[in-house]
C-alpha cells in the first residue's frame, strides 16, 4: 500500500500530456493509446448524484488503493481491467506525475456492460424502500417480517440499470438484465458478483467489519471475455458497518459518506446543483472514516 501524498486535495486533474476523454463525478479518465486508459481518482465527493464543491482530502487515494487490493485478491475469481503499464510508463513529465501520486490506474480499453451488478447481504437503502413496498427486491420474494438492516438468510443479487449522468439508476430484475446482455453473460454476472461478495464478506468480516451492500461493474475485451472494471469493494461502491454497533432495526453508522447525506438532508436544499459547501469538521470526518475503511479492511 502506498503511504498518503503530502500534496493539496485534488478537485480536478489537469494533463497536457494525454486528452482527457471523460470526467466523471469522482474519476477523470485519459485516452492513453488504442489499448490503454488512464484512470484518475481525484477527491471529489457526490451525493444525491451532485458533485459538492468541496474536496475531501486524500478520499482519490483510498479509493484506489481499496481497489487495487481488492482487484490482487480477486484475481482467482475474475480477471480485471489493470495493465501491466504503470503511470510513470504513459506519464514522463515530473509535475504531471506529482499530482498522479497513489490516485492512478492504468487499465484496459474495454466496452463496458451496461449493468450495475449489486450484491446484497443485508436489507437496507433501495433494497428496504423495495422490500417495504412489495415484500421483495428486483423480483426476490423475500421473508416477511424482515427489519432494516436484518442480514439477509443469503446474499442475492439485485442488479440496477446504468441511468445517465445525474439521474439515479433503477432497480430491475434478472430478466431485465437478460434483455440487456444476454442469458451468458447474465448468468455469469449474477455467478461472479455473489461470489465475489461472499469471498470479500468473509475477510471484512474477521476483520469486524460488515459489507451490507457492493456493487460492481463489469467490460468485455475483443474476444468477448468478461473482466471486473472501474472501482472494487470502496466506500463509495459499498456500504461497510463496524460490527461492533451494528444492531438489526436501525441504519448502522458506516465507513463512506452516509453522515454527508445526513447534514445535507437537514439544509433547505433541493439536491440540485450548485451544491452547498461543507463545513471544515464535515469534510475532516469524512476524510478520517474513508482513511479509516482503508486501514482496517487491508491491514
Not at 14 to 27: A, D, F, M, T
Not at 35 to 61: N, Y
Not at 90 to 108: H, N, S, Y
Not at 228 to 236: H, M, S
Amino acid at each position: 500500500m502506498e503511504p498518503f501524498s503530502q500534496s493539496s486535495p485534488l478537485f480536478e486533474s489537469r494533463l497536457r500530456s494525454l486528452r482527457k476523454i471523460h470526467q466523471g463525478k469522482v474519476r477523470d479518465i485519459y485516452d492513453v493509446d488504442s489499448q490503454h486508459l488512464l484512470i484518475v481518482t481525484t477527491d471529489r465527493l457526490s451525493a444525491f448524484d451532485v458533485v459538492l464543491p468541496d474536496p475531501i482530502a486524500f478520499k482519490g487515494e483510498v479509493l484506489t488503493q481499496i481497489s487495487l487490493f481488492w482487484f490482487g485478491k480477486t484475481r482467482h475469481i475474475v480477471p480485471n481491467h489493470l495493465s501491466d503499464l504503470k503511470v510513470e510508463d504513459v506519464i514522463l513529465d515530473p509535475a504531471e506525475r506529482a499530482q498522479l501520486a497513489g490516485r492512478t490506474m492504468v487499465v484496459k480499453k474495454l466496452t463496458p456492460l451496461p449493468v450495475e451488478a449489486v450484491a446484497r447481504g443485508y436489507l437496507i437503502g433501495s433494497g428496504y424502500k423495495d422490500y417495504q413496498l412489495h415484500g421483495s427486491v428486483c423480483g426476490i420474494a423475500l421473508p416477511a417480517g424482515l427489519q432494516v438492516a436484518e442480514r439477509l438468510p443469503e446474499p442475492i443479487f439485485t442488479p440496477a440499470s446504468k441511468a445517465p449522468a445525474g439521474q439515479h439508476d433503477e432497480n430491475i430484475d434478472f430478466e431485465a438484465i437478460v434483455s440487456l446482455i444476454g442469458r451468458d453473460y447474465a448468468t455469469r454476472i449474477r455467478r461472479i458478483t455473489l461470489e465475489i461478495y461472499r469471498f470479500a464478506a468473509d475477510h471484512a468480516r474477521a476483520r469486524n467489519i460488515i459489507i451490507a451492500d457492493t456493487k460492481f461493474e463489469f467490460g468485455l475485451d475483443k474476444a468477448g471475455n468478461m473482466l471486473l472494471i472501474d472501482e472494487v469493494l470502496t466506500p463509495d461502491s459499498s456500504r461497510f458497518w463496524p460490527m461492533a454497533s451494528y444492531k438489526p432495526g436501525s441504519s448502522p453508522p458506516s465507513f463512506d459518506k452516509q453522515f454527508v447525506r445526513d447534514y445535507l438532508e437537514s439544509l433547505h436544499w433541493n439536491k440540485k446543483p450548485p451544491a452547498p459547501h461543507l463545513p471544515p469538521d464535515i469534510q475532516a470526518r469524512t476524510s478520517d472514516n474513508y482513511r479509516a475503511a482503508l486501514k482496517l479492511l487491508t491491514a
